[in-house]
């Protein structure tokens, strides 16, 4: 599997600290695959 970097705005990143709970990548990944069919430009 390939790693890539996303970067995200502060305060957004404290949101996402506070839900250690939360696989991130994961949601990452599936909102990849959701989006790549509809072709985005």
């Known amino acids: 599997m390939r790693?890539?970097?996303v970067k995200?705005?502060?305060?957004?990143y404290e949101k996402m600290r506070k839900h250690?709970?939360?696989n991130w990548s994961e949601?990452?990944?599936n909102a990849i695959k959701l989006l790549l069919p509809f072709n985005l430009k």
């Open 8 to 12: 995200v705005p502060e305060d957004l």
């Open 3 to 5: 790693i890539i970097t």
């Open 20 to 22: 250690k709970e939360i």
């Open 27 to 29: 949601i990452i990944r």
